[in-house]
């Protein structure tokens, strides 16, 4: 089964910049898709096809893929941002399948 | 406005058949491409897509969980209905419905590979 694998946290002082890293093998050759959520909501997507973001998202939010391992990258982070973040892929090989990653708990510190 | 929300028991059985049902609005079920989706989050937050239900009556499960579950969908009410069998306490979860957008041009279809917007979701115990 494909694996997607984040770190558990990533901590990042206001104004900064997070990198929230998912690796799985060959990413690259997939379209990753981001979520966001926050205690007690529902995730909500940020991210998409690698590099796209919803209307409504900030540019701050960013994403890139290549090798074996995709990133999401939030600029000049503030408060609002603390949440979990999890990457997903759609798997078309043999079954139909939907994977997401293991999830990265972001602290505003 | 899109806008999706789940209802069902709170709590089952061991054994028992979950049955939640996912109410829609702002889009419909009938349009090609179109997709409505299940995904659960369990306490320790991991994330696990169930199964997918398309415009055309075409369904997707998880193959690990394919054995349990049902999808089916009532287009007229702008519902999906989830079936999952014989339930054990590991299958405590928050059950979360999901859009998925599609397009058709001509006879060719599209859909896109992410979930989006989520309803707010529903928490399932299961428990003697």
């Known amino acids: 089964s494909y694996v997607l694998t984040q770190p558990p946290s990533v901590s990042v002082a206001p104004g900064q910049t997070a990198r929230i890293t998912c690796g799985g093998n060959n990413i690259g050759s997939k379209s990753v898709h981001w979520y966001q959520q926050k205690p007690g909501q529902a995730p909500v997507l940020v991210v998409y096809?690698?590099?796209d973001r919803p209307s409504g998202i900030p540019e701050r939010f960013s994403g890139s893929n290549s090798g074996n391992t995709a990133t999401l990258t939030i600029s000049r982070v503030d408060a609002g941002d603390e949440a979990d973040y999890y990457c997903?892929?759609?798997?078309?090989?043999?079954?139909?399948?939907?994977?997401f990653g293991t999830g990265t708990k972001v602290t505003v510190l | 406005q899109i806008t999706l929300k789940e209802s069902g028991p709170t709590l089952v059985k061991p054994a028992q058949t979950l049955t939640l049902t996912c109410t829609f609005s702002?889009?419909?079920?009938?349009?090609?491409?179109?997709?409505v989706g299940w995904i659960r989050q369990t306490p320790g937050k991991a994330l696990e897509w169930l199964g997918l239900?398309?415009?055309?009556?075409?369904?997707r499960y998880n193959p690990s969980l394919k054995n349990r579950l049902t999808i089916t969908k009532d287009t007229s009410k702008n519902q999906v209905v989830l079936r999952m069998t014989n339930m054990e306490p590991v299958d405590t979860a928050t059950y979360y419905c999901a859009h998925k957008r599609g397009y058709c041009v001509s006879t060719d279809c599209y859909e896109y590979d992410w979930f989006d917007p989520w309803g707010q979701g529903t928490l399932v115990a299961v428990s003697s």
């Open positions: 096809d690698d590099n």
């Open positions: 997903q892929v759609w798997i078309s090989s043999g079954d139909h399948l939907y994977v």
């Open positions: 702002g889009f419909s079920l009938s349009s090609g491409g179109v997709g």
């Open positions: 239900i398309y415009w055309n009556d075409d369904k």
